[in-house]
């Protein structure tokens, strides 16, 4: 399905269309998130079915119109700007991490946001296909996530001129990425941007088994079958895992969305809470019956969702 000019945005389709497609589209991520066994004999076969529902949700989501999608390669790292065609300025940039528990994810999959963000805030951005788990396991990402960091600065940008965004495990990622930079003494990103972030790999959080059948999305089976091929065996309560058990101390602003109705809402609610005690400036909005990263859906809710951000970006 393509958008022509004369056809209506997501958010104004009929409700029967766009009932239809909210229906494909969660099919979709419910193969993506049906890898449930971290069992190494059933690995191959659940993260096949996982990617390859990553694949269709990427066709089936018609992304933004008004903006060039720009793949490259820097090295071994596959990128691809999302750019506003009207004119707009090149300050500040968004650097986003997409989610797939670490496991499955493209730059197919990560345009779906991408667009998303490039239309709301007039802002360019950049996204990056990171290595996976399990084939490659922790801290993979989070190198990859530093090199797409380093990118940037080496175009000349600075670390202010940066948004960092992710959503699900992109939001884990952006959030270890912050704690790697605080670590090393360098400068933090002007913001972050998160979009129902995965911030306690124990599972701890009441909402992981309170909404495990309102939840359309993920499963508490899926979260420690994810983790432990992203990271077998460690302590999942380190803070480069769980950002909710990490020194949040001097992370920058930050914005928080997350729906009622997921497993990882009390990830975000508890993510709020500790950076308040770290004197963070931080928002978080958590919207009413909705799941696990609404904001790739054609609903209002998350054109609702596109404009806090953009409210965000630019006061």
């Given at each position: 399905?393509?958008?022509?000019?004369?056809e209506a945005k997501?958010?104004?389709?009929?409700?029967?269309?766009?009932?239809?497609?909210?229906?494909?589209?969660?099919?979709?991520?419910?193969?993506?998130?049906s890898?449930s066994?971290?069992?190494?004999s059933?690995?191959?076969s659940?993260?096949?079915?996982?990617?390859?529902?990553?694949?269709?949700?990427?066709r089936?989501?018609?992304?933004?119109?008004?903006?060039?999608?720009?793949?490259?390669?820097?090295g071994?790292?596959?990128?691809?700007?999302?750019r506003p065609e009207?004119?707009?300025?090149?300050?500040p940039v968004?650097l986003?991490?997409?989610?797939g528990?670490?496991?499955?994810?493209?730059?197919?999959?990560?345009?779906?946001?991408a667009s998303k963000m490039?239309?709301?805030?007039?802002?360019?951005?950049?996204?990056?296909?990171?290595r996976?788990?399990?084939?490659?396991?922790?801290?993979?990402?989070i190198?990859?996530?530093?090199?797409?960091w380093?990118?940037?600065?080496?175009?000349?940008?600075g670390?202010?001129?940066?948004?960092?965004a992710?959503?699900?495990?992109g939001?884990?990622?952006a959030?270890?990425l912050?704690?790697?930079?605080?670590k090393?003494?360098?400068?933090l990103?002007?913001s972050?941007?998160?979009?129902?972030p995965?911030t306690?790999?124990?599972?701890s959080?009441?909402s992981?088994?309170?909404?495990r059948?309102?939840?359309?999305?993920?499963t508490?089976?899926?979260?420690?079958?994810?983790?432990e091929?992203?990271?077998?065996?460690?302590?999942?309560?380190?803070?480069e895992?769980?950002?909710?058990?990490?020194?949040?101390?001097?992370?920058?602003?930050?914005?928080?969305?997350?729906?009622?109705?997921?497993?990882?809402?009390?990830?975000?609610?508890?993510?709020?809470?500790?950076?308040?005690?770290?004197?963070v400036?931080?928002?978080?909005r958590?919207?009413?019956r909705?799941?696990?990263?609404?904001?790739?859906?054609?609903?209002?809710?998350?054109?609702?969702?596109?404009?806090?951000?953009?409210?965000?970006?630019?006061?």
């Open positions: 399905m393509r958008l022509g000019k004369k997501p958010e104004e389709r009929t409700g029967e269309e766009g009932s239809r497609l909210t229906q494909a589209m969660l099919r979709a991520l419910r193969t993506i998130h890898f066994s971290p069992d190494p059933d690995l191959l659940g993260l096949q079915r996982q990617r390859a529902g990553q694949e269709l949700l990427g089936l989501i018609t992304p933004e119109v008004g903006f060039r999608w720009e793949r490259f390669s820097n071994r790292l596959e990128m691809a700007w999302a009207r004119p707009h300025p090149d300050r968004i986003y991490c997409h989610g528990g670490y496991t499955s994810g493209n730059l197919g999959y990560a345009r779906i946001l490039a239309a709301a805030t007039s802002c360019e951005v950049l996204a990056f296909e990171y996976l788990a399990p084939e490659n396991p922790y801290p993979a990402a190198e990859d996530a530093v090199s797409a380093d990118y940037l600065m080496y175009r000349g940008y670390a202010r001129e940066v948004i960092l992710g959503d699900s495990a939001g884990n990622l959030l270890a912050a704690g790697r930079l605080k090393k003494g360098r400068l990103p002007r972050l941007v998160l979009f129902s995965w306690d790999m124990t599972a959080g009441g992981v088994q309170e909404m059948e309102k939840d359309p999305i993920i508490p089976e899926y979260l420690v079958a994810v983790r091929a992203y990271a077998p065996g460690a302590n999942y309560a380190a803070g895992l769980s950002p909710i058990f990490a020194d949040l101390s001097g992370f920058p602003p930050t914005l928080l969305q997350v729906g009622e109705y997921e497993l990882l809402r009390d990830d975000a609610i508890r993510l709020k809470e500790i950076m308040d005690r770290a004197e400036p931080c928002v978080l958590c919207w009413p909705m799941w696990h990263v609404f904001q790739m859906f054609p609903l209002k809710e998350s054109q609702q969702a596109m404009e806090q951000l953009r409210t965000f970006v630019w006061t």
